[in-house]
């Protein structure tokens, strides 16, 4: 898996995360920056392999809760994107137009959001009640032309490996229900396959698509204190069903509009993941989404290769057994130039096997995340599986902690300036006014108001007008 002639790179301290983020992405092999496209990236199979990981488990997720996958065209009809005008008025600028034919024709544009391709097809599938719920997604790839400055993951112009569920109904009961099942399903993504913490926001309803109930809207903490947009939750209401005519004739012949949901998120997961928890020395993956969550390195001494890969193969068996994803480092080189190679790359676990193991009937177990080194004994590998979910669990915790402590409520304009320029979330009491916000959040230069706590508890006074108010405004500089 790893070339025989590879070459160390080096990576830059996390302290410039910026340089880091490139340095990390390169040197562990998730993707090739170099294509010669703005924005564009090539994914190596190690990075592939992780992001397949999650998709996987989207796609078992999904299937579950009865969305059904399906693949709508990558070129989507001008006609399509103009049926909503303020949608278009967004997005016409950032659109890639598709150009073919002898006379240069614009053909249509390379999907920005799904919306404009998947609604009429549901309005052409909707003609009476028997026909909803429709409840579908697609992993796909969105391209907008981005004028800010991209980075991998974060902010492209060709997004890639995106996922968008997209449903329809025939009550608002049963369209909030399915919101509340989206959640829950972001809400495992976070936990049980990152090991990040939850930060789920309201988003004001001027920052929700036009006509829509409300939104959720989940953000990640990064190294360098900026919040990134990571997974949204959308309850459509009405909005777009009048806007594409997704209507149906009730028991009474009546026509109604369908009640609608559209949730998404994609490589933003991984990226998010990857900021978190590497550090110095390269990449360290949650277990769950590790493609290889344990390498095993033989000791070789002349002479006493045999009995070392004999064991070796019966650790593997024992592995295979497990279900646990492995690798042998094999290869004729040095002890730490495998150890590099591995840690780079952010393997949860390296198990070491040599001579001595092998006489005392143990293996030395080193572990990324906390660098802990444990000596097992060869017929107790069992414990390895349990080993993996404590570190899941101890990254969870310590990003839960880190998260917790960059959230500073405060309580004067000065202390949000503070707060926010020391790379923290400021938290502020908001009366819920468009003016008043917007004033909160162009306190400093990049901040932005990203959305209200979805479990306020008290009141205050509002930062801005300082009328008593219940709801708690997040303030951070943002992607």
């Known amino acids: 898996m790893i070339k025989q002639d590879s070459t160390y790179e080096k990576i830059s301290s996390k302290s410039d995360f910026s340089k880091w983020y490139n340095d990390a992405l390169s040197a562990a092999g998730i993707l090739d920056q170099r294509y010669e496209m703005k924005g564009m990236i090539v994914w190596l199979p190690y990075g592939l392999s992780i992001m397949k990981s999650l998709i996987n488990k989207w796609d078992e997720l999904f299937s579950k809760n009865g969305i059904k996958e399906a693949y709508f065209p990558q070129i989507v009809p001008i006609k399509y994107c103009e049926i909503n005008e303020s949608w278009w008025e967004g997005f ?14 614009i053909q249509g544009a390379l999907r920005p959001t799904g919306e404009p391709a998947i609604y009429p097809m549901f309005s052409m599938w909707t003609r009476s009640a028997n026909d909803l719920p429709i409840k579908i997604y697609q992993t796909v790839n969105s391209f907008r032309y981005e004028t800010k400055q991209t980075r991998p993951l974060i902010r492209a112009r060709e997004i890639t490996h995106w996922f968008e569920i997209h449903t329809a109904h025939s009550t608002k009961q049963e369209a909030e229900n399915e919101l509340k099942a989206h959640l829950k399903i972001m809400d495992y993504f976070y936990e049980e396959m990152l090991a990040l913490p939850i930060f789920m926001v309201n988003k004001p309803i001027w920052d929700c698509f036009p006509g829509s109930v409300g939104a959720f809207e989940y953000y990640s903490l990064m190294p360098d204190g900026k919040v990134m947009e990571n997974g949204s939750a959308n309850n459509l209401g009405q909005a777009y069903a009048k806007k594409f005519e997704i209507k149906y004739k009730n028991d009474k012949g009546l026509e109604e ?20 928890f590497g550090d110095d020395k390269g990449l360290i993956l949650p277990p769950r989404i590790a493609p290889i969550q344990a390498t095993i390195i033989p000791i070789i001494f002349k002479g006493k290769e045999k009995k070392v890969f004999e064991q070796v193969k019966k650790m593997q068996k024992e592995l295979s057994k497990m279900g646990i994803k492995y690798e042998t480092d094999s290869r004729s080189i040095s002890p730490g130039r495998k150890y590099y190679d591995w840690e780079v790359k952010g393997i949860p676990l390296r198990i070491d096997v040599g001579p001595k193991d092998v006489d005392s009937k143990k293996c030395l177990i080193t572990i990324r995340f906390s660098k802990e080194k444990l000596s097992i004994k060869l017929n107790e590998l069992k414990k390895i599986k349990g080993l993996l979910d ?35 979330i400021a938290k502020v009491y908001w009366c819920g006014n468009k003016d008043c916000y917007d004033k909160i959040s162009s306190l400093g230069e990049g901040y932005e108001g990203f959305g209200t706590s979805t479990d306020s508890k008290g009141a205050g006074k509002c930062l801005n007008c300082q009328k008593t108010s219940y709801e708690e405004l997040f303030i951070a500089k943002s992607y």
């Open 92 to 105: 016409k600028t950032e659109g890639y137009k598709v150009i073919a034919g002898s006379e240069g024709e």
């Open 257 to 276: 509009y369908a009640w609608m949901i559209c949730t998404g998120n994609g490589a933003r997961f991984l990226a998010a993941a990857i900021s978190e």
């Open 390 to 424: 404590k570190i899941h669990e101890d990254m969870l915790k310590s990003s839960r902690k880190r998260l917790h402590e960059s959230i500073i409520f405060t309580s004067s304009k000065k202390d949000l300036i503070k707060a926010v320029d020391s790379k923290k």
